[in-house]
């Protein structure tokens, strides 16, 4: 009828790993308060009992030291954590200046080569896994290829798998895979585009509502605020994983990701603008650390 409001599209529920929740709630100090920890839990759909077995856990596996007992104990990370915490940082700036035109392809394909003996086949296994999550694709047995200058990522982990010297460098802006030549298409062909994009269309799907959320509502409890960060931090962490980075030039566009990175970073303003500095966990300063200076370049 004329002059309601139109229905709203119910925020989508975000699934976190309550091992993720606890990381996320380190504050600067490197400390989590447990009494915050079990205040968000249940809006995320977590029970008592799962946040006291995942801090056994955690404290088991030396990621934490306890203080105290309950709601009024203090967490404190340990070193081998606070080193795992949190986006890459250098990657995930990397794709900003992407969306902001400040990066632009050479045209140039970047290609590994190996044949690491079956004597060092964990080292070989561990070595395909490194290029995967570096965004490279698989051409054929031992062949991987990437759009992207990842040559010294690819060399640091070889050297600490111990088999830099079964790999073979090169580029070339010459590629043909069958008949194929067209950059894109190929692109297309090499690695799981719609896969890619429907992660993306989730996280805007989920930063969308929230985001207006943050506009109309300036004061905001600090119990929802953080909820809202650390469900976008667990969406965002699926989405971006999965991405090779691949220059706009090899993909369609408009490109899902551009939009709901823009969605996210536009949350993480507001989030970041209405916490107060004794209530900051240690994700603000991570995703601080990203965002604005991207935004500085534009």
Known sequence: MPGTDSPRTPEPAVQVPTRTLVEALIR????????????IAPLLGMTDQQVRLCVKRLVTEGRFTQEGRGRKAVLRATGATEQTLGPDVEFVTYAFRQDAGLVSWDGTW???AFAVPETARSARDALRAALTRLGGAPVQGGLYISANAWEPYVEDQARHLDVLN???????DNLRHGNEHDPAVI?????PQDEIADRYQRLASVARPRLRRLQEDTHLPSPQ???IAVELAAEFTRAMESDPLLPPELLPQ????TQARELVAQCWSLLDNYTEESERVSLFQLYRDVIRPAAADN
């Open 28 to 39: 600067t100090d490197h400390t989590v308060d447990t009494g915050e920890l079990y205040a």
């Open 110 to 112: 970047h290609l590994v």
């Open 166 to 172: 079964h790999l073979t460098l090169l580029t070339t």
């Open 187 to 191: 692109a297309r062909t090499l690695w």
């Open 225 to 227: 605020r953080l909820t």
């Open 254 to 257: 408009p490109w899902p990701g």
